[in-house]
């Protein structure tokens, strides 16, 4: 009887030993998981403010620093007239400026390329000057535009087609899109109105019915 009591006890004692081991190997859940879990490297906000590139801050041309570049861009996409030189890669030569006391002179070389004939290259340099203008002259620091129309040589290169210039003071009163409209009737009114004009000799030797001089400069 001893004997079996003896070896209940060892039993018993056996058995809670090898539960004591049990729950001491057993990890608890939270450190399990935390032992297993990636740590962030960083959150996707920081991520992505650090990977963004700066957004280029958008201007209004009338209130700014006048300076070539902006000049170009104030120009890009935004001449739509359909009797002016459009400002874009294949047409834009380059813009050149200066100040004097008055403010800033910007002039505008371009080249239109194609041209259907003479009179719609002089009109359309004519209506360069109107369309830029009413871009240009929204800033208070122009009081001079002008533009320089390149003509392509058959031979290769670049001459001299039209230039064409104005002031503020000239340009004051004017209705720009009126005058625009009025370009398919009369291709002269910005010769009109201009300060000064140059027509190249062979352009303006076939032009019809332009009644005025080659050039001039008031």
Known sequence: ???YIIFIAALFVLTACSNDKQAESK?????????????DSASP???????????????DWSTVEVTEERAKKALEGNVGAAYAITVKD?????????????GAYIEITVNPGM????????RRAGGSLIAYSKILFSNPEVY?????????NVGGGENEGVYISWQRE????????????????????PYQLARKYSIQTDLYEKLPEFGLPKS???
């Open 1 to 3: 009887m001893k004997r």
């Open 27 to 39: 990890p608890e859940p939270s450190a399990t998981i935390a032992a297993t879990q990636p740590e």
């Open 45 to 59: 906000s920081a991520v992505t403010q650090e990977t963004a590139e700066p957004s280029e801050t958008p201007y």
């Open 90 to 102: 294949e047409t834009f030569r380059k813009i050149a400026m200066t100040y004097d006391t008055k």
């Open 115 to 122: 041209f259907a004939d003479e009179k719609d290259f002089v």
């Open 144 to 152: 001079e535009v002008s533009v320089n129309a390149l003509i392509d």
């Open 170 to 189: 000239q340009a004051k009163d004017i209705d720009y899109d009126t005058v625009l409209d009025n370009l398919f009737g009369d291709y002269t009114i």
């Open 216 to 218: 001039n400069n008031l």
